[in-house]
């Protein structure tokens, strides 16, 4: 007999990885208790929860840093990423003249351009915010671009046969048409905002008031403190998990009623 | 049985009165060309030469079909009635009330696509009214012509339904509902039925019958189907490929309404045949020009 839970798809998305989760930290404790692994090499998920605890004043404070920084990029990346793809489709010209500095932006790596941008930038928090900017918006912008772009041309026909402006155009067909892929976009960005904030504290090695959570880890690194360090690295991909999430449940509630990706299948 | 036989004369007599009579279209009006496609060539950018040479009139109250063979340009030429694209030579004029040459106002066409084309965010209500947001016409009455328009295509109760909802059939339902709400005096039809199944595409076919009766529109109607054109129209306008041109121009002079009896009448299989012929000489004609 087969038990009705069993059945309810959305327990078991939930439970299913979550089941997986358990035994694997079960088997981590198991096997760090069986090796006699010292905590300063290996904890256990037993000592890293203590130190979330114990330590949660110093976790919380970074985490709300971190935080800070990396939603400040995301929503600099949503609203420059936008305009820019709105100006890329005003012209071909504009696209195709700008469009190459933005990839050659995506593809420096952040962690060699990121102490030009500490030394220029005075203020920590913007200059970790510029970094996680420049990684954040591209998605955006390749993105948001594409979907401006992909507008059903006899749709596209009929605006021309009512000889519509281009305003017109924009805000009754191409936005429209856009929303699916800004909001994947979005996805890709908020996980890329995150890691933008913190590799570039990792660079900056920001201490005092200003720590987030990248400068908990390299201090604890430094005081061999380690279960303090997994409670900060399980704290940033926690943020990360959440945002994504956050994104996801956005997109299907702007989307639901008619694009395919937020469709239920039907049995 | 005698009770039917007794009545059906009057029932002739009502279709064709006081409208059809002395009109060698059956549907009314006088028959003034409302487009004029006069000397027509179109060349691509790529050198393909779409169209040659082509002439054709349509007037007023007329239901014309463009047939032919893949590549014939019976898709460019519509488009070109409607004004997206231009020509290379040659000129398309259109006509309004009194014989006058409109500028891009007036003239009010409306385009019926290949697929639905409905924007897949916006409810069917929205749908409906895009060609009246777009002309930026906002009168006390739209939302009672935007009712109107859903109850001929018999989609009254889906007004808040999101296109997705509808089935394919009920989708171009909406399509057409879209291009009545402008009230056109040309209504342009690119191989509307063309991806449905055929009882859905019968049932639609009657429906569209009826409302170009009821509304007095002209109807310009690609098409594939030899079938269909000829059920459809009054003329059927056949076209050969490369170049494209009009090679025929079959007149269908079988009585409207037409229903179920026409399809299995010999009158309709002998039209069928004719267009068929017609459709053949074009199919060879492109060939040997391929070859």
């Not at chain 1, 929860?49 to 600099?76: N, Y």
């Amino acid at each position: 007999m087969k038990s009705p839970l069993l059945e309810n798809e959305r327990f078991v998305q939930i439970a299913a990885p979550l089941f997986v989760g358990v035994v694997f930290l079960l088997l981590w404790e198991a096997v760090v208790r069986a090796t006699g692994t010292p905590v300063y090499i290996l904890p256990g998920p037993v000592d890293i929860g203590k130190a979330f605890v114990e330590d949660w004043g110093v976790l919380f404070h970074s985490l709300l840093m971190t935080l800070k920084v990396t939603l400040m990029a995301f929503a600099i990346s949503v609203v420059l990423g936008t305009a820019a793809s709105l100006l890329f489709v005003q012209s071909r010209w504009i696209e195709v003249s700008l469009f190459p500095y933005a990839v050659l932006m995506q593809v420096t790596p952040i962690v060699a351009i990121a102490p030009l941008i500490i030394i220029w930038v005075d203020d920590t928090t913007w200059a970790l915010t510029v970094c996680a900017v420049i990684i954040a918006i591209f998605p955006i912008i390749s993105n948001t671009t594409l979907g401006l772009r992909s507008v059903d041309p006899n749709l596209l026909s009929m605006f021309r046969m009512y000889r519509t402006g281009r305003l017109q155009q924009l805000i009754r067909l191409r936005i429209p048409s856009a929303l699916p892929y800004f909001f994947g976009g979005m996805r890709i960005s908020t996980g890329l905002a995150l890691i933008g904030a913190v590799v570039a504290e990792f660079v900056a090695g920001t201490g005092g008031t200003q720590a987030g959570l990248a400068y908990l880890i390299l201090q604890s690194g430094y005081n061999l403190d380690i279960p303090r360090m997994f409670a900060a690295l399980g704290l940033i991909t926690l943020t990360g998990i959440t945002l994504f999430a956050l994104m996801v449940w956005l997109s299907d509630r702007v989307l639901r009623n008619w694009h395919e990706s937020a469709l239920k299948v039907e049995q | 049985m005698t009770h039917v036989k007794a009545i059906r004369p009057e029932v002739v007599v009502a279709g064709q009165d006081p409208d059809t009579a002395g009109t060698p279209q059956g549907n009314g009006r006088a028959g003034r060309p409302i487009v004029d496609v006069h000397g027509v060539d179109k060349v691509y950018n790529n050198g393909t030469v779409a169209l040659k040479d082509v002439e054709l009139t349509v007037k007023e109250g007329e239901f014309v079909s463009l047939l032919g063979p893949s590549g014939c340009g019976k898709s460019t030429l519509l488009r070109l009635m409607a004004g997206l694209g231009d020509v290379t030579r040659g000129e398309v004029k259109w006509w309004e009330q009194g014989y006058d040459v409109v500028g891009q106002k007036g003239r009010k066409l409306a385009f019926v696509f290949q697929n639905a084309t409905l924007m897949p965010w916006a409810r069917v209500r929205k749908n409906v009214r895009l060609p009246l947001d777009l002309n930026r016409e906002k009168g006390p009455d739209t939302e009672q012509r935007i009712d109107q328009a859903l109850d001929m295509v018999g989609l009254n109760k889906f007004g808040n339904a999101y296109p997705r909802e509808l089935s394919g059939g009920m989708q171009m339902r909406v399509s057409i509902a879209r291009a009545m709400v402008t009230e056109p005096n040309l209504l342009l039809m690119d191989e509307p039925f063309g991806a449905l199944d055929e009882m859905t595409r019968n049932k639609l076919n009657d429906d569209l019958l009826r409302l170009w009766k009821a509304n007095g529109w002209t109807v310009v109607f690609v098409t594939h189907s030899v079938y269909e054109a000829v059920y459809l129209s009054n003329r059927v306008v056949v076209m050969a490929a490369r170049p494209g041109r009009v090679i025929e121009d079959v007149p269908i002079e079988a009585p409207y309404p037409r229903g179920q009896e026409f399809r299995v009448s010999t009158e309709f299989a002998g039209y069928c045949r004719r267009v068929s012929e017609a459709l053949e000489v074009a199919s060879r004609q492109g060939e040997e020009a391929n070859s």
